[in-house]
């Protein structure tokens, strides 16, 4: 499918209110929280970003728990303001879980920056998304679509059995894609069947993420489709997969992952295809974002910001990701990646992250 080759977040305007030049940042220091450690997705966006944070003349601090949990990210968040940083760079496990530290934070004159996954915009500046949530399900959807092709499958005739399995019910960006991914299955898709509408659930441990991979092809033996919304679930469900001695001949499994969890997996047939974005690229953009606001610029919506070595990137309002969401007039907004990438066996050798 040559749409999924280059899938585009947004069309620009051709006017903008004002371009952000790249002003000095220098001496700044942003505290990278994940929502993880120890996950190849965010281990690699954080020493990319501190590599282009080293070029820009300020500092980048990983800090994080290996517990994917809110209680523990709260504590990072707290210890970051204990530590005196000047920015917070974070993706959030919770939504809203996170509302009371990060206000800590601002009362602290510490300026608070999303990339990832999203809190409650009130208690962050700029969002640094991969997409909207309409791009990213479109795009799950898409990926399980065409490798069910490339097996002889019609997905426009046949019964297809279908499941989610991602990290939490409650994290904001890939609930929001899974919602998005489901809608555009039954506009276009009318024949598929939701084999587990309440989803599976890993909660971004790969050992979990096994465990409930096997549960769910024991309970549905003629499953068709797993769409793996999460960097953690889609390893782990292709381990379980290998585990049956199964492959992408028996059951389609795609997702979002980096490339080098996946890499073994689609030499050995397992998978055909699967996605991501430049999460390098992604964080690098929202630590600069950061010092760059803590330094004291303002950005608002229609402003375009220049990231030094990266590109110019357009502030969007906030209900581009979600429905109704206001934006304040300074320093609020979303901030769209340009394209997403597809991982294949024929490419993944190009990527190491």
Known sequence: MNKLLKVFAVSYAAGTIGICSANSVEGKTVAFIPKIVGNEFFDSAAEISQKFAKDWGFEVLYMGSRIADVEEESKIVSQAIEKGVDAICISSVDPEGLNEELKKAIDAGITVVTWDSDVNSSYRTIM??????????????????????????DPDKKEVKYAWH????????????????????????PNWINVAPKNFYSEQDFDKAIKIGNQIIKQHPDIDVIICNDSTALPGQLEALKEKGLDKHDITVTGFASPNPIKQYVKDDLIEQWGLWDCGFQGAIASY???????????????????PDIGTFKVMPNDCLVEGAATEKINNGVVLLYERLIFTKDNVDNYNF
Request: proline share 1%.
């Open 128 to 153: 640094v998304s991969q997409g909207t949530p309409e791009v990213l399900g479109h795009m799950l959807v898409d990926l399980a679509v065409d490798s069910l092709e490339k097996r002889g499958v």
């Open 166 to 189: 991602y990290s939490q019910n409650n994290v904001a960006d890939q609930n929001s894609w899974q919602k998005a991914g489901e809608k555009y299955i039954k506009e276009n898709y």
């Open 289 to 307: 974002i950061a010092a760059y606001i803590d330094s004291g610029h303002s950005l608002g919506v229609g402003d375009e910001i220049i990231i």
